[in-house]
């Protein structure tokens, strides 16, 4: 494959140049210009604790010669096209952006959120109408509404145990009627977590939507945070085909 480059000679006055008048194509490879701007942006940015030399241009200029010509090979061979190539690049893609996507005084503000809600335990108990994540219109305002209807016979003084069996997808419900006991922040999914610290001792919540489908939560006390312990345990496991004699046994051990 034939390839045509053409270079201008630079000098390290001329690079760090903060003003010009016209922005030269610096090389050509193939039939794609580069422009000094460009060129400079990126050896600016590599060698940003260097002071410039003619022959640090130089060097660099043809390692940068070099770069272009392996790119443009790549792209000739069709290497740009290919899944894994496509599926990397939007995964870099991505790395790089993520800096850029985040809002420093959100998360200022979320932190100090988690703070606080720290100082906090949460007992809660929850009804659960199952909805898939991506359901359809239809089929979200349906698992509302139902939901909407729960609320209404809890507010009329039905049991939430009781009721929490009757109609709740989640299986749990069926061992301990909703109760989720008590948990900290981070322990739930954000929407469940921000109903259950903003919704008074006693209420029950409106329908909130997770990932999960709705839930109804009613809180049933808040404490100060009494922290986690972390504890370690040793078993010495009984047989149940074995008697007391073997009980003892393992007692002693």
Same mark, same amino acid.
């Given at each position: 494959m034939?390839?045509?480059?053409s270079?201008? !000679?630079?000098?390290?006055?001329?690079?760090t140049?903060?003003?010009?008048?016209?922005?030269?194509? !610096?090389?050509t490879?193939?039939?794609?210009g580069v422009?000094? @701007?460009?060129?400079?942006?990126i050896?600016?940015?590599?060698n940003a604790?260097?002071n410039?030399?003619?022959q @640090?241009?130089?060097?660099y200029?043809d390692?940068y010669?070099?770069f272009k010509?392996? /790119?443009k090979?790549a792209?000739?061979?069709?290497?740009?096209?290919?899944?894994k190539?496509?599926?990397?690049?939007?995964g870099?893609?991505?790395?790089?952006?993520?800096?850029?996507?985040t809002?420093k005084?959100?998360?200022? @503000?979320l932190?100090?959120?988690?703070y606080e809600?720290?100082?906090?335990? /949460?007992r809660?108990?929850?009804?659960l109408?199952k909805?898939?994540?991506n359901a359809s219109?239809?089929?979200?305002l349906?698992?509302y509404? $139902?939901?909407i209807?729960v609320r209404k016979?809890l507010?009329a003084?039905?049991d939430f145990s009781?009721?929490? $069996?009757?109609v709740?997808t989640?299986?749990?419900?069926?061992?301990?009627?909703?109760?989720?006991?008590y948990?900290?922040?981070?322990?739930m999914?954000?929407p469940?977590e921000c109903?259950a610290?903003e919704t008074?001792v006693?209420?029950?919540?409106?329908p909130i939507r997770? $990932?999960f489908?709705? =839930?109804?939560?009613?809180?049933v006390?808040?404490?100060?945070a009494?922290?986690?312990i972390k /504890?370690? =345990?040793i078993?010495?496991?009984?047989?149940p085909?074995?008697?007391?004699?073997? !009980?003892?046994k393992?007692?002693d051990?």
């Open positions: 034939k390839k045509i480059v270079a201008f !000679l630079l000098t390290a006055t001329f690079l140049t903060n003003a010009q008048e016209k922005d030269p194509i !610096l090389l490879i193939g039939d794609k422009n000094l @701007s460009e060129f400079n942006a050896y600016k940015k590599n604790n260097e410039a030399t003619e @640090s241009v130089k060097e200029l390692l010669i070099k010509l392996k /790119v090979e792209e000739d061979l069709g290497y740009d096209t290919l899944p190539f496509i599926k990397e690049l939007g870099y893609r991505g790395q790089l952006a993520l800096p850029y996507l809002d005084e959100v998360t200022k @503000s932190i100090k959120e988690a809600r720290m100082k906090q335990d /949460v809660a108990s929850h009804i109408i909805v898939d994540e219109s239809a089929d979200t349906i698992a509404n $139902k939901a209807k016979r507010l003084g039905e009781v009721l929490a $069996k009757e709740s989640d299986p749990s419900a069926q061992k301990n009627g909703g109760d989720l006991g948990f900290s922040v981070l322990h999914v954000y469940f109903a610290y008074k006693g209420d029950v919540s409106m997770t $990932k489908g709705y =839930h109804l939560i009613k809180v006390d808040k404490r100060a009494r922290g986690t /504890v370690a =345990h078993m010495i496991k009984k047989n085909k074995q008697g007391d004699g073997d !009980l003892a393992k007692e051990r």
